[in-house]
């Protein structure tokens, strides 16, 4: 490791794009921009997501998340439990994975609350999202946690 970068301070870095990864997906969408590398891969296991498979740069996630909204009403992330961070810094940034469990909420036709659970793992190269595995507990599933 880096003389002067402690592990705290990449766990932080870590939970901080973590962090702001949710924040762009409940509706910040400026933040694209800001943690999404010019080019990158999105992997999204769960049924009804196909619409991520083409999706390569930081403007074309920031319009499909806004489809992603108009289509759910009250749609809202959580992060969830502890994350996993395994950076190290490189040349001044830092690269790695971090793994985290998020909570997804939203409103169904009825209006009826709905919640689901997931998991997204984060590959950061020099500080900014590279690729991104998601899986949820799809349309018929259920959360982690209690709520």
Known sequence: MTMGVTR????????EVYDRWTAMWNGELALAEEIMAPDFTLRYAQAGTEAF???RTPGRLAEVIAQWHAGRTELR???EGVPVVDLEPVGGSWSGLVARP???TFAD????PVVRSGTDTLRIVDGL???VWSVS?????RSFYRS
């Not at 705290?8 to 939970?15: D, F, P, S, Y």
């Not at 036709?109 to 009826?112: H, I, L, P, S, T």
């Not at 507990?137 to 599933?141: E, Q």
Request: no cysteine.
């Open 8 to 15: 705290e301070e990449l766990r932080q870095a870590g939970t």
């Open 53 to 55: 498979d083409e999706v």
């Open 77 to 79: 992330f959580e992060a």
């Open 102 to 104: 998020y909570r997804a």
């Open 109 to 112: 036709a009825e209006g009826a």
């Open 129 to 131: 999202i590279t690729e």
């Open 137 to 141: 507990s799809g349309a018929h599933g």
